[in-house]
């Protein structure tokens, strides 16, 4: 079946500084992917939609200026946590969608954690 | 918000069968995932519906009725590890909106 990574699984980092996490479909090209956050005990937020040379589209109350995503090609997106607080620790989970005729499928990472201390 | 409810708990007993209620807005829908959920991991996609009907893959099986706005999911023969959250996602607009899930918990 289709595989997604994240990079990394886990990441504690300071107040104030920035975190990169990688999302990667492994054996296949995504049409689209999307990120996601989800706090202790409630539901999958989608934070943004990111197609392949575009800019992505913000879910309502997501700053797009804090969390910066890029996704440079068919199999890779990045989303980068700027200035990072306390606040924004989460579990943050992309997914690669692959459509195909009828059929449409989403495939999530494994998902970060992100610690802010 | 999205207006799409699912049932919070339940305990069923190994061997049983459960059903797994998600009801939703029908307006704007293009799709409906379910998606298993073990704690501290990401979900896992289980089945996806876009057409009226039941979809059978092996001990799950998930069924759609898109002018109720509802569908469900159906758990057979049930394993210990089947104890978990159980997502449904309704597509809109090229987005995929979630449930809270319904945590079922399996007992011997």
């Known amino acids: 079946g289709a595989v997604v990574s994240q990079h990394p699984s886990r990441v504690i980092c300071k107040s104030g500084t920035s975190v990169k996490i990688e999302c990667r479909s492994l054996?296949?090209?995504?049409?689209?992917m999307f990120w996601y956050r989800q706090f202790p005990k409630q539901s999958l937020m989608l934070m943004a939609t990111?197609?392949?040379?575009?800019?992505?589209?913000?879910e309502q109350g997501v700053e797009k200026d804090k969390f910066l995503i890029n996704h440079a090609s068919l199999t890779l997106s990045t989303l980068t946590v700027t200035s990072a607080h306390p606040e924004d620790s989460s579990f943050y989970i992309c997914?690669?969608?692959?459509?195909?005729?009828?059929?449409?499928?989403?495939?999530f990472g494994p998902g970060t954690r992100l610690t802010v201390t | 918000g999205q207006n799409i409810d699912q049932p919070t708990e339940m305990t069923a007993t190994e061997g049983a069968i459960v059903q797994i209620n998600c009801t939703y807005q029908?307006?704007?829908?293009?799709?409906l995932f379910w998606y298993q959920q073990h704690a501290g991991e990401a979900p896992t996609f289980l089945s996806y519906?876009?057409?009226?009907g039941l979809e059978e893959k092996g001990r799950f099986s998930s069924f759609l009725s898109r002018s109720k706005g509802y569908s469900y999911l159906l758990l057979k023969e049930l394993q210990m590890k089947d104890s978990a959250s159980y997502l449904c996602?309704?597509?809109?607009?090229?987005?995929?909106?979630f449930g809270k899930g319904n945590q079922v918990v399996v007992i011997p």
């Open positions: 997914s690669a969608r692959v459509q195909e005729g009828a059929a449409d499928e989403q495939y």
């Open positions: 054996d296949f090209q995504a049409t689209t």
């Open positions: 990111s197609n392949e040379g575009s800019k992505a589209t913000y």
């Open positions: 029908t307006s704007g829908f293009n799709g």
């Open positions: 519906n876009v057409l009226d």
């Open positions: 996602a309704v597509v809109r607009n090229n987005r995929l909106a």
